[in-house]
């Protein structure tokens, strides 16, 4: 699964030749590399539980069952996609952070690293660095 979806040359150019902002380019990106795998895949899909809305998943690629998180603003928004990947309990969670926002990749790896929290997400978890092109974790 980490070959698969860090593949940064594949990522840049078509981020360069999709002409859509950054970071709607990166999750079309996924997009478009889910369905070309042949899986279903969902943009912002609501996460509701037991009849509470978590909020929305990027995006999904329903099978497998793989969500994205993208987060390129404050630090403290990484906790409500962190809870819904805890809530949604899915095969793979994939964040699309960005070295160059105030959601660190390398902070996110940490708390996903040490918290017992989310002890449960450390073999589910693929943390990425889409500015800088590299798996932060694991």
Not at 57 to 69: D, G, H, K, R, Y
Not at 75 to 102: C, M
Not at 114 to 134: H, M, Q, Y
């Amino acid at each position: 699964m980490i070959e698969t979806v860090s593949n940064f040359t594949e990522l840049e150019g078509h981020v360069k030749t999709c002409k859509l902002p950054f970071k709607e380019a990166v999750i079309d990106y996924y997009r478009v590399l889910g369905e070309r795998l042949g899986f279903t895949v969902r943009k912002d899909s609501s996460v509701i539980k037991n009849g509470l809305a978590f909020g929305k998943f990027s995006l999904v690629w329903v099978e497998p069952n793989t969500v994205f998180c993208l987060e390129f603003g404050a630090f403290e928004e990484i906790f409500k996609h962190l809870w819904r990947v805890l809530e949604h309990q899915p095969d793979k969670a994939v964040f699309l952070l960005s070295s160059g926002s105030q959601c660190k990749p390398d902070a996110v790896e940490k708390i996903i690293r040490n918290s017992p929290i989310t002890a449960g997400l450390k073999d589910k978890v693929i943390v990425l660095d889409v500015s800088e092109k590299k798996v932060v974790y694991p």
